[in-house]
């Protein structure tokens, strides 16, 4: 016999991400993701699934512009935080105590506590069922130098199926 599940759960673990957006001097917007992935070497462009009705993606189309940041396990909490509420009702760079900082070639911070960091133009939009997929010309990519010698890892997702954020199936219960 074979059991529903949430088609998801076989496409984990993945790798988490915090994409910021909109402006550092006005208003800017944190959402995790990980629906996020290179598409070509040359030019170098990242694909990068969001809700179409999220506050990230209406700053994402009025601005052209996105920053992949990449967190380390010690976010996770963080993560979890900024993928469960909206950037329409909260400030999650207060919230979540990460460090905006301004980014080299675009408006949108980068967050300082992340090791990597990966600026994208937006070259074009494809509507995808519930999601836009952006697809970012990467413009300038820089990292932690410890990170780029080696000398310090990330620790991606592993483990169960995230619920607390992919839940789409399942109650509330599990988003406490």
Not at 73 to 85: D, I, M, P, S
Request: one cysteine or more; aromatic letters at 12%; proline letters at 5%.
């Amino acid at each position: 016999m074979k059991a529903d599940v949430e088609y998801f759960e076989f496409m984990w673990p993945m790798k988490h991400f915090l994409i910021t957006c909109g402006d550092i001097k006005a208003k800017s917007n944190i959402i995790a993701v990980s629906f996020c992935m290179p598409v070509s070497k040359e030019p170098p462009l990242i694909a990068c699934a969001i809700g179409r009705k999220t506050y990230s993606c209406e700053l994402i189309e009025s601005t052209k512009e996105l920053i992949v940041n990449v967190p380390t396990a010690e976010l996770k909490q963080k993560v979890y935080y900024c993928g469960y509420h909206s950037g329409r009702e909260v400030d999650k760079f207060k919230e979540t105590g990460l460090t905006p900082q301004p980014g080299r070639k675009v408006k949108a911070p980068i967050i300082g506590e992340c090791i990597a960091h990966m600026e994208c133009k937006i070259e074009d939009i494809f509507k995808t069922g519930d999601k836009n997929l952006f697809i970012g010309k990467v413009i300038e990519a820089y990292a932690d130098e410890e990170f780029v010698k080696g000398k310090k890892k990330v620790d991606y997702s592993s483990g169960d199926f995230p619920r607390k954020i992919y839940g789409t199936r399942y109650s509330k219960k599990f988003i406490q």
